[in-house]
């Protein structure tokens, strides 16, 4: 129970995309207790390329988020989850392609500047960390999730037994370039049929040019014979939802998490994308009883699409290395 003449500390979550950057600032209930973080304060800004430009931008954002409290609210650490390779001991970043950064020593340049401890994640994680809160109202503390991110990309962000777990060299959950899909495209990683050149947003952009967001549409004129390019629609849904169902089957069977959470801009689409992956699942069941015992359908959960979950997840993330906590 919380002790009223010592109220909670506050934790500020910041999340970095290709766009635009958003912020929180979240009150979470002690740790060992159940219960969802509570946002206090959202703010978002443009991001602009370059590594100078992207500390300017948190450190404005953080101001803003700031000057949104009480004058006695206490703020107590700064957690950021961004796109490119976190080296989360040093919190310095390499390679965030779409800023066209570098590298760039964010947590340290953040923490000079606000005066607060800086810890930084990467996106993915950080957005498993928030969305398995949320999802799982609270109760995280010994679960095993999967929180599989269709985004630009495909990955994984994996907690096991309520810790992150980052493997040896910050790959674990990098299942997007696991090289099986059929068509064999190129992926961006060099190699041929990695599972992201189907079963992401950005191959759903590039399969299917007419619309945008283009997974609603393609479902929308797959189950309707009477459209123009019906047959098209088909071929490409079950291109992409084989690739994810591909990655549904690989976490099962390498994390065997209690909830598989679908995350990312292509999550948006709602309840039409998880009936198509279900549709899809049970397909393959229904030719393997092993595949049947893995109950993978009731394993599946929609990240909440209205909250900022990466924000809220960094957040989350920074209270886990804050001694004071
Ligand atoms: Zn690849």
Redesign the pocket.
Known sequence: MADSTNPPPLLIGVDVGGTKIAGVVVETPPPGTDGEPRVLAEATRPARKGADALIDDVVALVGTLTDALPADAHVCAIGIGTPGTVDEATGNVRDIANLAIDQVPLASAVHARCGLPTSVENDVNAAAVGAARLVEDGDTADETIAFLNLGTGLAAGIIRDGVLDRGSSNTVGEI??I?VEPHRWR?????HG?L??AGSGGAAKRLWPYADPPMPDILATAADATRTRHRQAVETRDTIIAAIADAIDVLAVTVDPEAIIIGGGMAKTGEPLLDAIRAELRRRAHASGFITSLQLPSRLRLAPTALPVGAIGAALAAAERTPSR
């Open positions: 997007g370039h090289p992926c961006a990683c060099g190699q990695c992201e050149t």
